[in-house]
């Protein structure tokens, strides 16, 4: 253990700062089921990496001038799929790894 303290999400008492779970009021932040969380932030990459693979084929089409048809206008609204994918996969990455001292991830 750490010689760090931080105060408790739930009961506000000083705790160290490397315990998932608060020894005093047993409180552990995060989401309730973590299984279920980790196979979104998988799915979730994975949405990422389809998105740049889709963006990068549209602008190979484009620069080729290859006759995809619809890849193209797809490969528009990827950066926008990447990037909200992205966030909301670290988003949880934090939440499941979120310490009763640091609850609020986010704000």
Known sequence: ????????GRCEETIPTDVDRCPLCGYRPGPRNRRATRLAEYALVGVVVASVAVLLAGVAASAFDLPVGDLTRIAIVTPYTAGISGFFAYYLHRKRR??????????
Do not use: I, N
């Not at 979120?98 to 704000?107: L, N, R």
């Open 1 to 8: 253990m750490s010689d760090e303290q931080g105060t408790c």
């Open 98 to 107: 979120a310490t009763p001292t640091d609850d609020d991830t986010f704000g």
